[in-house]
């Protein structure tokens, strides 16, 4: 049996969806961007161009969620269906956009630079646990106009697997879209078979700025899947009630779908979020919060009973270091993430709220996905009867090692976790040298970048690449990208 | 009477009764209480109770708001009659505040801006994705001592630094002095870009922009200390 978390009732699941509908209508929803706002009043919402406030029925919006995609696959750049969004799929990326990185050696959360992103992108290629990338990293050693699609061209030369990204721009997204067009050899193929989702946030309480609505509307003419991150604050942004916070949560959600699928009819678009409930004490947001994750798991809940794709931000830390508040914050976060069965879990290796990855976080966190995804696989008989005839044969003795059945189920049954987990003797450890989870972490980042083989790619997407990117760049006064290590 | 309706008001403030505030000023003004006493006496008194709960750990944000929010009501009402004694109360300093071009986050600019303002600050709140030229014209205009500027993104601090050189650029840098704050926003990026002052929450901005205008030098605000040691919060809990 799959073991599954729910938080809400029905009714409730019912009244959170009528009062988001609700508030569609009034307050309604404000759009800072003309587009979005001609293509609402065509459907039929009461649009106030001046106010820039739309009504939207909820007939409109019913009829967005139905034609809504229930489901869709990632692509690896072999063309491998390797992310399923969708039912109850559970798959795990690194946190994106880290203004910082955790400096192995100082501590210092510093500035990243190209440097840090390729080692970056490299090493999430080779962690198991990991299905997808992410842009993880803005880097601090290109102009800022470039900082999002840098990300994409730094990662589309090392890795395989599919990538959760975004644009900052509404002009870099074209350039990102001719980067991915150009990695899988056209637009059809792009369309046929994705390989990158774009983040799309929406801003509490219930407006879209001119940007985040226009890389929506481009995405779905696009058939670029989307990816919604609503994030009411509760008690500064949003109601501080759990369940007013997902009522937010839900019509910015509505939102959104509404506005894609008025772009583009059946375009791919995720019920996804990082809300928090606001830290009364310092003003933060902390995404380590039990609030924070009750909120989180309940919009799954309301995602998944619209029939929608979903996507979280559970398991980040808001601690400084890899420490003890950050192990359970992140084991807390995942393990609930996998339970309510949310398809995208973007959390492995942040710090700092949202602000800092760190490498050593990024493995450890691998193991506790390693567990959770374990722990979904759920408890099965296996044999039947379950154990009788085995403990007939064996009796008294305690010689299960030995047996067929072990050697058989082990490898199934029992998920082993890599070195970074201790579960040495105390003298075996202290023959390792009495090291810190920390330092086991670190010396793990080390073996994994030992077996990571740049993937094959032809000289001439490389060069057409580096030539979007640096056309790009020059645009804005930089003209030579930094190098990459093959340069 | 009137000490007791005094006291009254500094407890109502200290409860977050924003109704009942109002409603007792109202009445302290009708048994006869000069206004200028309903502030130093009652009001006041109250929002530095306040301050203080917070920095101790005891008190949260959403009391700290309900608090200057009340101020605020009751000294709208006030003004009026400040004004017909033709009396003024002299402002801690006038503050223009605001979140730069591009940034439209608004719960730590506002949060400031209220507890300024319940500290006695004439504050004109410019409010969020503010252009920088609106910066220096409201400053030009209300010659104000102090301008408060805010950004929560990475890619917005800089603008901070754009304003500074505007104000520069118009030979207003020498007559005001420059606060950021937001939560990318550290001591050395405001030393970097030549601001006076930075403090991490909003009763420490208060406790500088007092600094700044009293000493006129540059003085810095860490974290507040955690005055409070865990033994009390248990203790409290329990």
Redesign the interface.
């Known amino acids: 049996m799959r073991p599954k978390l729910k938080l809400l009732s029905d009714e409730m699941v019912n009244q959170i969806i009528n009062e988001a509908f609700a508030a569609l209508i009034d307050p309604g929803v404000r759009v800072l961007n003309e587009e979005a706002l001609n293509l609402l009043a065509e459907a039929g919402a009461k649009v106030n161009m001046e106010t820039q406030v739309a009504l939207i029925p909820e007939s409109i919006v019913r009829h967005a969620l139905e034609i809504s995609p229930s489901e869709f696959y990632l692509y690896t750049l072999d063309g491998e269906p390797v992310v399923h969004y969708g039912g109850d799929s559970v798959q795990f990326d690194p946190c994106s956009t880290a203004v910082t990185i955790l400096d192995s050696e100082t501590l210092e959360h510093r500035a990243p630079l190209t440097d840090d992103l390729v080692k970056f992108v490299k090493l999430v290629e080779t962690i198991p646990q990991l299905d997808a990338q992410s842009t993880a990293l803005i880097c601090f050693d290109v102009v800022e106009e470039i900082a999002d699609l840098y990300r994409l061209y730094i990662a589309l030369n090392f890795m395989r697997k599919p990538i959760v990204t975004g644009a900052f721009r509404k002009d870099t997204l074209w350039t990102m879209k001719e980067m991915l067009v150009a990695t899988v050899g056209g637009e059809a193929e792009l369309v046929a078979k994705p390989v990158a989702v774009f983040d799309v946030c929406p801003s509490p309480p219930l407006m879209w700025s001119d940007l985040t609505c226009q890389n929506l509307i481009d995405c779905a003419r696009s058939g670029i899947p989307s990816q919604l991150v609503s994030m009411p604050l509760a008690g500064a942004t949003a109601p501080v009630t759990l369940a007013g916070a997902v009522v937010q949560h839900t019509a910015e959600c509505m939102s959104g779908v509404t506005i894609c699928q008025l772009a583009k009819e059946g375009a791919p678009v995720v019920w996804g979020g990082s809300p928090a409930a606001f830290d009364m004490r310092e003003g933060t947001t902390p995404m380590g919060d039990i609030g924070t994750w009750m909120i989180d798991c309940a919009y799954i809940q309301v995602g998944k009973a619209l029939n929608m794709p979903t996507n979280t931000y559970l398991g980040l830390s808001d601690s400084k270091v890899v420490d003890a508040q950050c192990g359970l914050e992140s084991a807390g976060g995942t393990i609930l993430a996998a339970l309510v069965g949310a398809n995208m879990v973007s959390a492995a290796g942040m710090l700092d709220f949202e602000s800092c990855q760190s490498y050593e976080k990024l493995v450890i966190d691998a193991e506790i996905i390693g567990m959770a995804k374990r722990l979904i696989a759920g408890i099965e008989a296996r044999d039947d009867p379950i154990a009788m005839t085995l403990m007939r044969k064996l009796g008294h003795k305690g010689a299960y090692l030995a047996e067929p059945h072990t050697l058989k189920w082990f490898k199934k049954e029992l998920y082993i976790p890599s070195e970074v987990i201790d579960r040495s003797s105390l003298d075996g450890w202290k023959q390792k040298g009495s090291k810190t989870a920390f330092e086991r972490a670190a010396d793990r980042v080390n073996q994994l970048l030992a077996t990571y083989r740049q993937p094959a790619m032809s000289e001439e997407l490389r060069a057409e690449l580096r030539r979007i990117a640096s056309s790009a760049s020059q645009k804005f006064g930089m003209d030579e990208l930094p190098p990459l290590p093959q340069d | 009477m009137s000490i007791e309706i005094l006291t009254q008001i500094t407890t109502c403030i200290v409860d977050g009764e924003r109704d009942t505030t109002i409603e007792l000023t109202r009445q302290a003004l009708e048994v006869g209480l000069e206004p200028m006493t309903i502030i130093d006496q009652g009001l006041m008194p109250g929002i530095t109770i306040v301050g203080d709960k917070f920095s101790a750990?005891e008190y949260?944000?959403?009391n700290l708001v309900i608090a200057g929010t009340a101020m605020q009501k009751a000294m709208a009402l006030l003004e009026p009659e400040l004004r017909a004694r033709q009396q003024t109360r002299e402002a801690a300093g006038t503050v223009v505040i605001g979140t730069v071009k591009g940034d439209?986050h608004e719960?730590?600019k506002s949060?400031v801006a209220t507890m300024l303002s319940a500290n006695g600050f004439e504050v004109h709140d410019l409010g969020v994705d503010v252009p920088t030229e609106t910066f220096v014209a409201k400053v030009k205009e209300t010659g104000a001592d102090l301008l408060g500027l805010s950004a929560l993104l990475?890619?917005t601090m800089?603008v901070q630094r754009e304003v500074i050189e505007a104000l520069e650029a118009d030979g207003l840098r020498t007559q005001v002095k420059v606060m950021v704050g937001g939560?990318?926003v550290t001591q050395s990026w405001a030393e970097r870009i030549g601001a006076d002052g930075y403090a991490e929450?909003?009763i420490g901005a208060v406790r500088i922009a007092q600094q700044l205008l009293e000493r006129g030098r540059i003085v810095w605000v860490r974290k507040r200390p955690s005055t409070t040691p865990g033994a009390d919060r248990r203790n409290r809990a329990c």
Do not use: M, Q
């Open positions: 750990g949260f944000l959403p439209i719960i730590g949060l990475t890619t800089t939560a990318p929450d909003a």
